[in-house]
């Protein structure tokens, strides 16, 4: 294999300024969450919703979505961290890596719940704008694992094969399949299809984001099937190949019985937005109203000018033959 033909991998994932460390893994999720935010608040105005909502909501998600990751990475990978040898301790270093995708989602909607709730914000709606941007955010926070040198898949001589250099635990150097760079282009895809079928379908009531989970999880499914990682296996697959099937169904599901029970969007996904919207509408009527040329306006003056004089010729009418008869 030539050696031109490879993706390097860094030298080391964390450069120390001074007693502080700069981690590779931790700046990319930071840039994942930055990017997941701001996208997700230019889709919330776009939908009627008051700019910063989504930023507001993010400091219930983000945190609650990191503990719900590495719970999840701690739980199914238990013996990393609670068999002889070990150092239970190691489980609260997240920057070392290992923060599970499905925990993090389920337990940062727990986050979104509560941030939606005290702001009477419907979740789903929420979860529809920032869908595209978790997937982005996704793909980001996948080169963390490139700077740890992990998460990569079998042993090959392609062109773009991931070089590992390092040994420590348990890595043996040599080159591998970037899976780590397959599920980024993934998360970018995934992140541009729910941008396009929701402009096309106008999708509503958490269609999007069931969207992006169902997209998600397909190719989630193969990548996972190629790592060489150390996992649980239930009837010859990995845990996260059943768990990735498994809410791919679910996700499926829940776009089908949404759609038929609430077809459409949600008109209002903010309260007090909309009518102020609608107040700002009418003031730009008025506007353009004011712009009339002058022919125009005389003409209106005119025109009530004589709904008045009729208007009083009627009731002139009316009180003459009222006389009459009496």
């Not at 306006?297 to 009627?314: F, G, I, L, M, P």
């Amino acid at each position: 294999m030539e050696e031109l033909a490879y993706i390097p991998s860094p030298s080391r994932g964390v450069i120390h300024l001074g007693p502080i460390p700069l981690r590779g893994y931790a700046f990319c999720i930071i840039i994942g969450v930055f990017v997941a935010v701001w996208l997700g608040n230019k889709r919330w105005v776009a939908r009627g919703g008051r700019a910063g909502t989504v930023a507001d909501i993010a400091v219930w998600a983000v945190p609650f979505g990191l503990v719900g990751g590495r719970l999840y990475h701690v739980i199914t990978d238990y013996e990393l961290y609670f068999s002889a040898g070990r150092d239970w301790v190691d489980a609260f270093k997240v920057w070392q890596g290992g923060l599970g995708i499905w925990g993090a989602i389920a337990l940062g909607a727990v986050g979104a719940w509560i941030g939606c709730r005290r702001r009477g914000i419907p979740l789903p709606a929420y979860a529809d704008a920032i869908a595209p941007g978790i997937a982005f955010a996704q793909a980001i926070g996948r080169w963390g694992n490139w700077f740890n040198q992990e998460l990569y898949g079998r042993e090959t001589h392609l062109p773009w094969a991931l070089h590992i250099t390092s040994s420590e635990g348990g890595r043996v150097p040599g080159y591998y399949h970037p899976t780590f760079l397959y599920e980024s282009l993934w998360c970018i895809g995934v992140g541009f299809l729910v941008i396009w079928a929701d402009r096309r379908f106008k999708l509503g009531h958490g269609r999007a984001f069931a969207l992006y989970v169902a997209a998600y999880c397909v190719g989630r499914g193969w990548i996972e099937y190629m790592r060489v990682d150390d996992a649980h296996h239930i009837l010859g697959l990995r845990l996260n190949d059943w768990t990735a099937m498994i809410v791919f169904l679910l996700a499926v599901l829940y776009i089908v019985v949404s759609a038929k029970k609430r077809p459409g969007r949600e008109a209002v996904v903010e309260p007090g937005v909309s009518d102020g919207e609608a107040d700002g509408a009418g003031e730009a009527v008025e506007a353009k109203e004011a712009e009339v040329s002058g022919d125009g306006a005389e003409a209106d003056v005119e025109d009530d000018t004589s709904d008045e004089v009729k208007a009083k010729d009627e009731a002139k009418d009316e009180a003459g033959s009222g006389t009459k008869k009496s």
